[in-house]
C-alpha cells in the first residue's frame, strides 16, 4: 500500500507543474477559475477525480451591508470560491433576504474577514430555505450548466466549512459576540446541516460526489452519524496533531477510530495535517498509515498551513504492500500496524514513530 496524496485548493504556486501534479496526486481540488489548471493536469495523464470548491455557508459581499438596512456597494467583486460570484449579484440576490442570514446577539450579520479578500464573507443560515434553494441552483448550475453558462467540467463538489457546533460563530468569526440569534444548541444547528445536506444530496448525488471539510468539533463526536449519509467523503483539517500541535493520546486515538469508521462506511477520508515544518511528518504519516485501506484515504501535510505549495519528502513515496490486519495497541502504549513489507509503529505520547520498510527503519 502506497500513500495516497491529495491537493487543494488553487494552483501550486512553489512551481509544481501540471505533470508534477497528475503524477504525484491521487485526489485533487479546485477551485472556479482553475479549469485551465484543471485540463493540463488530466491532460498530464491524471485519472482520479478533481472537486470543485464551494463554502458551503459563506458568501462574499461588501463591507457595507451588515445590517438588513445598510446600502450595498453593488461594484463588490466577490471571489469565486462561493455560491453569489458576479459581480453585484450580491446586492440584488443575497442582500435582501436578511433570513438568510446569521446574527450575533446584536443583530449584525456574522461576517469573517479573510485576507487578502476586499469585503466579508458572510455567514449564511442552513436552516433558511431561501439559501438552501440558491446554494443548491448554484452547485446544478457549476456541474451541469445551464442557459446562462455550460458545465465547469468538474468531477463533484467539495464543500468547505461544514459545520458541526456553534463554537466558530460564538467564539472566531469577527463580529462574534457569544451568540447565534437563530440557534440557541448545537443539535439545532446540526439539524439545520442535516437539512441542507439531504437536499444537496437528493439533487446531485450519485451522478457527482460530494465531499466536505467538517469543522468546528474539536474532538470527534456523534455529530458525524447524521452528516456521513449524505457525503461520499470528508475533510479532517487538523489530523493526527491537531492545531498547534495539541491533542492528547486519547483524542489522537478516536481520531483514528472515527477515520476507520468513516472508511468502513465506503467513504472518502482526507487527512490534512498542520504543522510548522517536517519535524512531525513521520509521526503523521505513520498515524494515517494505521488507518489507511489503500483506496479511500488520502493524506496531504501542511507546513505553516500554506495550501498553494505541494513539497515533496521521500518519506511519502513508503509502499508497505497490503496490510495484514488493522492496527494494534501495545503494551508500552504504542499502536503498531503490520504490512507485506514491514510495519509502522506511532506513539501519539512523544509524537514519534517507526516507519520499517524491508528492514529498512526511519524513527523519529
Not at 485548493?9 to 497528475?22: I, N, S, V
Not at 468569526?173 to 448545537?186: A, I, L, M, P, T
Not at 443539535?187 to 439533487?203: D, G, K, N, P, Q
Not at 513539497?311 to 503494551?331: C, E, F, N, V
Request: aromatic letters at 12%; proline letters at 6%.
Amino acid at each position: 500500500m502506497r500513500v495516497q496524496e491529495a491537493y487543494f485548493y488553487k494552483p501550486p504556486l512553489d512551481g509544481t507543474t501540471a505533470e508534477a501534479l497528475a503524477t504525484r496526486a491521487d485526489l485533487i481540488i479546485l477551485t472556479r477559475t482553475d479549469e485551465p489548471f484543471r485540463d493540463a493536469v488530466r491532460a498530464a495523464g491524471y485519472s482520479g477525480i478533481i472537486l470543485q470548491y464551494m463554502l458551503a455557508a459563506e458568501v462574499s459581499g461588501p463591507v457595507d451591508a451588515v445590517r438588513a438596512g445598510d446600502p450595498c456597494n453593488p461594484n463588490h467583486r466577490p471571489w469565486r470560491n462561493q455560491a453569489a460570484f458576479r459581480v453585484g449579484e450580491f446586492c440584488t440576490l443575497i442582500h435582501p433576504n436578511d433570513d438568510w442570514f446569521l446574527h450575533n446577539s446584536n443583530g449584525e450579520r456574522l461576517y469573517t474577514k479573510w485576507p487578502g479578500h476586499a469585503g466579508y464573507f458572510y455567514h449564511m443560515n442552513p436552516a433558511s430555505s431561501g439559501w438552501r434553494a440558491f446554494l443548491i441552483a448554484r452547485l446544478r448550475q457549476a456541474l451541469e450548466g445551464d442557459d446562462e453558462e455550460p458545465a465547469l467540467g468538474y468531477d463533484g463538489i467539495f464543500l468547505d466549512n461544514v459545520a458541526l457546533t456553534l463554537w466558530k460563530l460564538r467564539r472566531q468569526v469577527n463580529n462574534s459576540d457569544g451568540g447565534v440569534r437563530e440557534f440557541d444548541s448545537d443539535e439545532a444547528y446540526r439539524a439545520a446541516w442535516v437539512t441542507l445536506l439531504t437536499e444537496i444530496s437528493a439533487v446531485l448525488r450519485p451522478r457527482w460526489p460530494i465531499w466536505a471539510n467538517l469543522i468546528a468539533d474539536s474532538t470527534p463526536s456523534r455529530g458525524w452519524d447524521a452528516y456521513l449519509p449524505y457525503l461520499d467523503g470528508v475533510m479532517v483539517e487538523a489530523f493526527a496533531t491537531g492545531w498547534n500541535n495539541r491533542v492528547s493520546p486519547d483524542a489522537w486515538e478516536r481520531g483514528l477510530a472515527q477515520a476507520e469508521d468513516v472508511l468502513r462506511q465506503g467513504k472518502g477520508y482526507l487527512a490534512v495535517v498542520q504543522a510548522q515544518d517536517r519535524s512531525l511528518l513521520p509521526f503523521a504519516l505513520a498515524s494515517y498509515l494505521l488507518i489507511a485501506d489503500g483506496r479511500h484515504a488520502f493524506f496531504r501535510y501542511a507546513e505553516r498551513g500554506d495550501y498553494a505549495v505541494f513539497p515533496h519528502d521521500p518519506l511519502l513515496d513508503t509502499s508497505l504492500g497490503i496490510p495484514k490486519g488493522a492496527r494494534y495497541r501495545q503494551d508500552d502504549g504504542t499502536w503498531r500496524r503490520d504490512f507485506e513489507y514491514g510495519y509502522v509503529i506511532a506513539d501519539p505520547a512523544t509524537r514519534t514513530a517507526q516507519i520499517v520498510v524491508a528492514g529498512k527503519e526511519r524513527t523519529d
